[in-house]
């Protein structure tokens, strides 16, 4: 209890200097968007300084295995568990190619934070609108398939005890349209390092990111999104599992005929 009072000050800076690095860091990378006509070079800015400044600022360090034999000259439907904020720097950080993301409809509302993710072509997706949902699970294989880089978090939702939970099948089915691979990335610390009150509390700690092997999605139909879910998720919980256990890589993931737990629910697109 005491240590917690303790640290409350430093957290409440630490929580101040990521708003005010975000703030500075959005107008930074709006106004080079302008300049630029482009969004290679301020989506670089999300990684560097952007992400890193964050990640340095908090307290963290950061351990990555396997992006180095990902072939990052193409695009991917990254596929990774959500445990708290820290995980969107994290990726940002981790995956060397511009991350587009997919978004709910909701941020929409936000001044200056939509401004940007509409200025960097992010896609935001109204998930109580079946035939919207639909839209934009064609946008996102669209962009999918122009070389953009798609990052999501399939489960929908964060975590709140670490494991990974049933996954959404929604936009797996913009993978499977578009042909594009998926990449499972498993991360574990984020949600120990930044524990849930009424305001942030930091717990620094080191942050654990694997990358898996790339699953393919040749030849799947939108209609296959449940079983690719199953796979998965248990691609995903095997990632977690050998992170958290301190062991090594996974097993490559099975092919699509394996057998596989099918998937229940209707279209619903995530976070």
């Known amino acids: 209890m005491l240590k917690g009072l303790l640290s409350?000050?430093?957290?409440?800076?630490?929580?101040?200097g990521v708003v005010?690095?975000?703030?500075?860091?959005?107008?930074?990378?709006?106004m080079v968007r302008v300049l630029s006509g482009g969004t290679r070079l301020p989506l670089a800015m999300a990684r560097t300084p952007w992400a890193s400044g964050i990640l340095a600022m908090t307290g963290f360090q950061l351990d990555i295995e396997g992006a180095e034999i990902i072939d990052w000259s193409r695009p991917y439907f990254i596929a990774a568990n959500h445990?708290?904020?820290?995980?969107?720097?994290?990726?940002?950080?981790?995956?060397?190619?511009?991350?587009?993301?997919?978004?709910?409809?909701?941020?929409?509302r936000v001044p200056f934070l939509s401004w940007y993710i509409a200025a960097m072509g992010m896609i935001f997706v109204n998930r109580k609108n079946p035939e919207q949902a639909r839209d934009s699970v064609?946008?996102?294989?669209?962009?999918?398939?122009?070389?953009?880089?798609?990052?999501?978090?399939?489960?929908?939702?964060?975590?709140?005890?670490?494991?990974?939970?049933?996954?959404?099948?929604?936009?797996?089915?913009?993978?499977a349209e578009s042909s594009v691979p998926i990449l499972p990335v498993?991360?574990?610390?984020?949600?120990?390092?930044?524990?849930k009150a009424w305001f942030p509390r930091y717990r620094s700690r080191r942050i654990k990111v694997r990358f898996g092997?790339?699953?393919?999605?040749?030849?799947?139909?939108?209609?296959?999104?449940?079983e690719l879910a199953s796979r998965l998720r248990n691609e995903l919980k095997s990632l977690h599992s050998s992170l958290v256990q301190g062991?090594?890589?996974?097993?490559?993931?099975?092919?699509?005929?394996?057998?596989a737990q099918s998937e229940e629910g209707e279209l619903h697109v995530q976070q």
């Open 83 to 108: 445990q708290s904020f820290l995980d969107i720097p994290v990726l940002f950080v981790a995956v060397p190619s511009g991350l587009h993301f997919v978004v709910k409809s909701e941020l929409k």
């Open 8 to 16: 409350l000050p430093l957290d409440l800076a630490k929580t101040l």
């Open 247 to 259: 062991t090594g890589n996974s097993e490559p993931v099975s092919p699509l005929g394996a057998q």
């Open 213 to 226: 092997q790339p699953m393919s999605t040749q030849g799947l139909r939108a209609e296959d999104r449940r």
């Open 138 to 175: 064609r946008r996102t294989a669209e962009a999918a398939r122009s070389g953009k880089t798609i990052l999501l978090f399939p489960e929908g939702t964060r975590s709140l005890d670490g494991n990974i939970g049933r996954l959404k099948s929604g936009m797996l089915a913009a993978a």
């Open 20 to 30: 005010v690095w975000s703030v500075v860091w959005i107008v930074a990378a709006l």
């Open 186 to 195: 498993a991360i574990a610390g984020t949600g120990e390092g930044m524990a």
